[in-house]
């Protein structure tokens, strides 16, 4: 188990370790977190890292990573627990066969840990020897108010109340990442009891380095056009704008088909690993698509120039 930072410096190599390339400013914040205790909340377009900030966390501490996924619905029973309602209506069948046992001794087997199933946010309360775990709560935005609501309530003294067992709280706190794509807006509470971070696309230099450490295999001209190409289209009015995880999937597939440097036909054929969506295909292969390629190979050769 590797310690918290205990400074900035620390914090940045510590995500370096896991071959994650932070900015100053993130790993100023998640050294703040990891310092006081408090939730790191980090808002920011889909693909540009933020859960994977968490396993790198949780692999470079040696600590054991809890993953909640959210989703429209999402309820105490998926996120804390329920009991195993299958389960406990077998030992009640057995109970009743055999006769062994009166009432209030089965209520109080029923209602116990054997019974219990345990979601992530009450594991992350368990103590575990390898340290508090990491606690990833992933795209927020995407529940709804009430469940902020409860989530509010939990992250502010980390523990949870079960009516048959009692309140249960954590010894040691978990480190908790929260992130969110910002389809809609977080209450201001929940925002106030975190430290934040605004994950923003990587310049041009950092994506470059980014793609050395992800993406060894590519030939650094390809890189570079990769790059090139993809900033073209992030200054574009697109669907969804291609994060930093599909620069390192179209530098990967174009390294798998063999590609040494772009060409239109290239691209065209391999823009369904960057753009995700038919319209924004469909807006830039073709002739769209040279003229950025044109765009870039023109301001990598004047840059070389110089």
Aim: with cysteine.
């Amino acid at each position: 188990m590797t310690a918290i930072p205990n400074t900035v410096d620390e914090a940045e190599a510590l995500l370096r370790s896991g071959d994650y390339l932070p900015n100053r400013s993130l790993a100023t914040a998640l050294y703040l977190s990891l310092s006081l205790g408090r939730p790191l909340f980090l808002e920011g377009e889909a693909g540009v890292g933020k859960t994977e900030i968490a396993k790198v966390l949780s692999e470079t501490l040696g600590r054991r990573l809890l993953r909640l996924q959210c989703y429209e619905g999402l309820d105490v029973t998926t996120a804390v627990y329920e009991w195993n309602y299958p389960r406990q209506m077998v030992e009640i069948r057995m109970s009743e066969a055999a006769g062994d046992r009166d009432r209030g001794a089965l209520e109080a087997d029923l209602f116990s840990d054997n019974f219990l199933i345990k979601r992530p946010l009450l594991q992350a309360l368990e103590p575990d020897e390898a340290g508090a775990p990491v606690l990833l709560i992933d795209e927020l935005d995407r529940t709804d108010e009430p469940f902020e609501a409860f989530l509010l309530e939990v992250l502010s003294d980390f523990q949870v109340t079960i009516p048959e067992l009692g309140t249960i709280t954590a010894e040691t706190p978990p480190l908790v990442i929260i992130t969110s794509n910002r389809t809609r807006e977080i209450h201001d509470a929940l925002k106030r009891r975190c430290f934040y971070h605004w994950v923003d696309y990587p310049s041009a230099e950092r994506e470059l380095e980014i793609l050395k450490v992800k993406a060894p295999g590519t030939a650094e001209a390809l890189s570079e056009e990769v790059v090139g190409f993809v900033h073209k289209l992030r200054d574009m009015d697109l669907f969804k704008l291609p994060g930093v995880a599909e620069t390192i999937d179209w530098a990967h597939a174009l390294t798998q088909l063999d590609c040494l440097s772009l060409d239109p036909e290239m691209v065209n054929d391999t823009l369904g690993t960057l753009l995700k969506y038919q319209d924004d295909i469909q807006k830039i292969e073709g002739s769209e698509a040279s003229r950025l390629l044109n765009e870039v190979k023109s301001q990598i050769a004047a840059a070389g120039a110089a």
